[in-house]
């Protein structure tokens, strides 16, 4: 039988600016990317998002980014490998201590926005942050973009790894997503993404924005919990799954 874990960014609110549809969300999702304070998120809705995924039995993990609030971590920045290694354990750290107040463990970490856009080419900032979840604790999953730089470092290291796709985004013919300033970069019509969604765990190919059939794995399935249809996308994509006999569940049950 064909398994796959449904995801989505989440906790992404910030003060009194409310982003997301959190509450909704998180009752079809399998795992929750939570947002660590530094692109967005800060420790009450840290707390209050830890707080409804365990009561929707959904596995958490940390969401690190690029300290950039203004520009929602999604800006490019300079940084040395140590920086991104000492970044990630920052706010995997921040993550994990709510998580421990509430009796869980971190399922994973998922790199964010520009950060994990640049880790998915650059082999020393994967590395890096490979290294700094082995080095705070080797049984959490990686997750990054499927036949990425940042997936290697992760199989590199040894870590447990989750080939992420993604749902409402489009493909570059290397298996790069492409950048959200091109036109068609977000995929707005449900219907072509559950089809997306579908061949990518059963076939193991995707539609690049050329035309172009790319191979990719998919262990994981990303709908952003921003985008305007999130609530339309996960609920028929999970259907969709379903009817297909493929299995959704929080990747912990299946990544070795």
């Not at 997750?143 to 080939?163: I, P, Y």
């Not at 193991?204 to 794995?217: Q, R, T």
Request: proline share 3%; charged share 25%; hydrophobic share 45%.
């Amino acid at each position: 039988m064909y398994k796959v874990d449904l995801n989505s960014d989440i906790g992404e609110s910030y003060g009194a600016y409310k982003l997301g549809m959190d509450e909704e969300v998180v009752e079809y999702i399998t795992s929750a990317n939570i947002a660590c304070g530094w692109h967005a998120g800060d420790p009450l809705v840290m707390e209050k998002t830890v707080e409804a995924a365990a009561e929707n039995n959904v596995a958490i993990g940390a969401h690190p980014g690029f300290p950039d609030l203004m520009g929602f971590g999604r800006r490019n920045m300079v940084i040395t490998p140590q920086e991104a290694k000492s970044y990630t354990i920052y706010q995997l750290g921040a993550l994990w201590a709510f998580a421990k107040a509430r009796g869980l463990e971190l399922q994973h970490v998922k790199p964010h926005g520009a950060l994990y856009n640049m880790a998915a080419k650059d082999a020393a900032l994967a590395g890096a942050i490979a290294e700094a979840i082995w080095q705070v604790d080797k049984n959490i999953i990686l997750v990054g973009l499927a036949n990425s730089r940042l997936t290697e470092a992760g199989e590199e290291k040894g870590l447990k790894v989750a080939h992420e796709v993604f749902a409402d985004r489009a493909y570059n013919p290397d298996g790069s997503l492409v950048a959200r300033s091109n036109p068609g970069a977000v995929i707005h019509d449900t219907d072509r993404a559950v089809a997306r969604v579908v061949r990518m765990v059963k076939e193991g190919k995707v539609e690049a924005i050329n035309g172009e059939d790319v191979e990719i794995k998919a262990h994981t399935i990303c709908v952003h919990g921003d985008n305007q249809h999130a609530l339309e996308f996960v609920n028929k994509i999970k259907e969709a799954l379903l009817k297909e006999e493929i299995k959704v569940e929080s990747m912990r049950n299946f990544i070795r």
